[in-house]
């Protein structure tokens, strides 16, 4: 791994040069595929050596502009941008349509994440497999605010496993809400970070938006609705045939998981990987597999990922079947 160092007159320009909340620092860091890490008046830039020299082309740019205007706009970060080469310029060229000007950029930052999205606007049940970090629930729950805000769909179900292996929520403190709530954390802070605050409680409030453990969907049926089951990979064959017959007229599923991390008994297999090779000839049913390079999290996290991909060599490693 290389690593170079760009100097600036003061920390007012850098903090111009990322734009609000870091948007063009996300931008230019995702697509070109470095690590960028502030030190006091310097960026240091780390990654292979032509993703180094790409960045540093980038920032010089992009620099000149800052020092030129005393401002920066998306508009020139995506012209100074054009030029990359990469796969990644191409995704992070499609948007998800939000409705909020408030809201920052949203839409798929690598080849993996760009298929899966338009797997999701192409069929009507998607499937989607990969490991930590690569945005499945978060691109998911985004696609499904825009269906609604386009009117494609009235409401939102986001579906998961209450509890990883049976579901036994007797055991937890609290009613049935306090119960569940820290299984559903993930799906309420995606939403949060999508939509504003306001809105979130609003579309919960008039039942627009439904958080619902997997046990409560038998007996449903749901129509003009985009439903999202996440955590996949920890229902039974038995309960992924329940929910995929819940969807009605006018609706969408997608279910997301990481097969790497199955926390079900030994002797029950995933309803994910069943449902995946079962449902491969369906038309209007389709399967995205994404990797390590789809990962858009820190870069610890893609490093953490292979690690654990790789043979254990160390002793007390007990079982494949978990990850955590």
Known sequence: MSEATISFADHD??????????????????????????????????????RIERGLKVFHELRAIVEKQGQLQATEVSRVLADEPTGNQAA??????LFDPDRHHVGPRSAGQREYVQAIEQNELVFCTGPAGCGKTYLAVAMAIQALRREEVRRIVLVRPAVEAGEKLGFLPGDIFAKVNPYLRPLLDALNDLLSFETVQRYLDKDVIEIVPLAFMRGRTLNDTFIILDE?????????????????????????????????????????????????????????????????????????????????TGRGARSTRRAN
């Open 13 to 50: 320009q850098i903090r111009t040069l990322f734009g609000a909340r870091d948007e063009f620092l996300h931008r230019v860091r995702d697509s070109i595929g470095i690590d960028v890490v502030v030190r006091g008046d310097e960026l240091r830039l780390r990654g292979d050596q032509s």
């Open 92 to 97: 992070s060229a499609m948007t998800i349509d």
């Open 232 to 312: 996949g990979q920890n229902t039974t064959v038995t309960q992924m045939k329940m929910f995929l017959t819940r969807m009605g007229e006018r609706s969408r599923i997608v279910v997301t998981g990481d097969v790497t991390q199955i926390d079900l008994p030994e002797h029950l297999g995933s309803g994910l990987v069943d449902a995946v090779a079962r449902l491969a000839d369906v038309q209007g049913a389709a399967a995205v597999e994404m990797t390590g390079r789809d990962i858009v999290r820190h870069r610890l996290v893609k490093e953490i990922v292979r690690a654990y991909d790789r043979p254990s």
